[in-house]
């Protein structure tokens, strides 16, 4: 059989590598250990055309051999997961003429210190970081590494505000049956990422910043639409941190109904509610800084929104 | 077509109800709000022997009531998930005389204040607990109410120990590859159910406790095998808690290897390791006080292990 | 530190071993392949209160070794889940002392070949098993290998009737809010499982008869109730299958609304359904045979329900 | 609080919506009952600034409102995911000055006859759609509906061949460990989501024609890669539905080690594998007619991957 491709059918956009790489790295200052779990995905883009059509592997650097990159790399240590996969994509790109670039993404676990009596134990560990999120980070590079971009965000930091949240004021046609309230639950699960522009920072001292204010600007204001509150969310990581130029957010506007209990002869001043599953609001938007240019294929192939 | 039980089949053991009522219940000290979040399953036992031998179904309380008995309980308060199911429970063969028992259960998640300026906020909240875990509780009532029985319980609370734990001394055959070690890491997602011997109890500071315990024994020693530190953390929680009778854990090993980083000449000191996702060890074990009956039949239902 | 246990604790009940080996068996007759598709837990029961009281593990079959047995016997083939789990635990009792006995479980899924020019292939498969449902097997061993338990079954069979169902006639208190309805739609996903009186038996060709019984049965009758219909589903496997001795059934009951379409001018004569997440009711059963003794010890470990 | 944007801080691309709207359309021709059964997501593009900016939500059709909607189309039925899409989609556009365009997405499955006495019954029905795949359908709309794009696909169709599978002649470094092989299983869960050049088609058809398409070039040649693979399956596609303009894959290398019998003093002739769960391989690609020009907006949104 001829691979050959037909004169009208090509290859357009690929990329390809090793996914779900779970590397636990420990530290030990003597007896004081640390921890740092990622789990990572490397993804190279290039020229590998000759794999598509014609079944040759000459340029195919092996996901088994990206695999033990990964392992071989976490050597030296982890750091912050954007440095490390820096590191890891710029190794990609040096060594291999016609790996042009990638894609390599990472999701962090955090392992916080048992207490015993009132001390941090020494190598003992729980899963943690309040707020039940995942750390995700995703470095691109491209023009052989001349071009580097660097992603960071949070997924499932699960919120919820008892009041100071309304919704009024929709436009109304023949399919609307809700009702307007000014005091109901917002509840989401934040999912946010942020585009840096540049690659020399702290990136987990700005992470646990980012974090913390998307927490508080989730608090300290009235809620009119969840439209609102994550354009403010976006809004104050922007001001508080010039090296972010651009937020996405995905936050599911996830409905808690107050429950009727006057069939059961009961009032419900808005104390019991039903948290629905599905289906549910779904609200993603970018908050931007207004001179940054075009973007979009900044964001190609990262588990983004809109 | 007649449904009459043919002489030699006929109905066992069964039970009915409604699964998955996600009730959130917000309390409202003035300004200062809390929530307890719970999902709640109902699921009776009795007599409702013509509704599956005939499809008749006047002894089947609908499980779409029992949902909303379960909202309706809500509007006085949770209180602790125990004592709130344990009020469900009497409720159901209370009002229904050949209702004998049933067995209810439920999933608590945290949720924890926002701090603004260092201060917990009034209504703004995120998902919390430390550790990741869910709270667990069954409440299991027979002979019409008189017998009561309660069974907490915490599902995947992860926790490693980057030292201090080995594995050697075991029995080789033909079949046996693995090798020794004495340094390894040990790293677990405890589930755990506990049987209590009362109802009369402050559910919520017990659950604390047995957390802490179970944390803290889990750290405090060289572990010789993961069967070991189970015991040694279900003994912990026994000698600490009289009302507790009876602990059983499942407890995956789950695996991490020390990655063979040789063949790119670096060493590897226990410090780069791959945290492989299966298969998995699975310790499985009761401990309980030696002078306690068969208790087989309260656990019957329930997700337990061994 | 001493693990010598207090006088008033002591190990119950506990199993151990590997979980989640998935094994897949090729068998090659020339250039006809065939694929067997198991996923295996082992779990051995016996004297392993040494490794739990003192870290001693001279009795403790590791884990690993467990797994190497599971793929070790895979070279023999398979045959079908049940025979295979059989070979299987008989190893482990029959080569340790001190094991005494075990649960051996398996999914299975389906592979069907893929059709060319209206014949199966000879080597390309896709995953069928049209249901979409998971075969499961659990094999229990006691006594040395003396008592021998086998219990088959099936995993979340989902199935639907538009018609033919309904639920009248139950009692109401003050929480009854649900209206009666003599047609409505019953779904469910059918998990049902079935303890064999024997272990010399075509557990294959059994395996998709009494699939077949389960479909044809819930699609035969008007169902008056979801229990109805589970127990006339398991009294038509026993009258089939005397080699069958119980039947333990979870199905949920699935909700579809009939949305109410008035607000916005149109009928809708059962025609379009939300169909719910949660919650949803919960139908746990058993059929048995009458002259059945107490089977409870065997269902232990078994993810039952009832 | 003032929500004027910073002169520099914008909202950039957005969308709101509803998702997980889980629609069941019966359709009664007589006593013959058929099911159309799909879970929609309805998001709306278009003028939102003020609600993010100022809290003003006079633009914002509720999701509320969108949910209602979904389910009042079905009342005329579905016919296709896509074609039910495009009607809801050119509603929303036509009713709302404002709303410029949006996506509405829908995965389908599919509900077979459930046989008796070798017929397919009236309305009675099991889950099926062998190879468990779920259909996926997009459609989008913009400059308020005078572009429509569809886009169809299917997620987690899962193949697999025993042999006509090497993998050879890829480039060595210091990281490669990998042996090459002539001989090996090639197993992928196949989702590709293909773009159309045309709203006018027999969108349920040509779904059925391009799933036949990709099982059998999947089966009727040696891989020499997974990147060739995917390539011919992709043309395959393209060669017979000119309405196809761009096929998308994401395909993970399943990888199924050969596991070494040699320890236990057995061969293993490629027969026992070990079916490994991560990390796996990812093979992500585009094939396109060459003529076509640059679509990478119109895929903005759609789950797709490179």
Redesign the interface.
Known sequence: ?S?T????????????????????????DGDR?S?E?VTV?S?LHGD?DS???????????????Q???V??F??EGIGSPEDYLLRLGQHFVD??AWVTGGRWGARQVV??R???DGEG?D??????G???ETRTAVVKLAENGAAKHVISGLQD????????SG????????????QETTDR?LATNVTARWLYNTTDIDFNATYESVKRIL??T????Y???L??T???M??AV??AHPEID?VKFSM??LH?FV?D?E????D?P??????????????????????LGDT??LW??VPA??
Chains 1, 2, 3, 4 share one sequence.
């Open positions: 059989m691979n491709p037909e004169v009208n059918v090509v290859l357009g956009r690929n990329q390809y590598g090793k996914a779900e790489n779970h590397v636990v790295r420990v530290t030990k250990h921890i779990d995905i993804q590998f794999a598509h059509y014609d079944g040759n592997n000459e340029h195919v650097v092996p996901t088994d051999t695999k033990n990159t392992f071989a976490a050597r060594d291999f392992w916080e048992i207490a015993v134990h190598h003992s560990f729980f899963r943690g309040s707020g039940g930091l699960a919120v919820l505000k008892t009041t100071e919704f009024v004021g929709y436009p109304k046609d023949q399919y609307t049956t809700l639950i927490l508080e989730f608090t300290n204001h809620s009119r639409a439209q609102e994550q354009y403010l976006g809004k922007l001001e651009e599911p506007n808690h429950v209990l069939p059961f002869g009961l419900n808005n104390v019991v509610f039903w948290a629905a599953h599905s289906p549910y609001g779904l609200i993603e938007g970018t908050i931007r800084r207004e001179s979009d294929k190609d192939g929104f809109v």
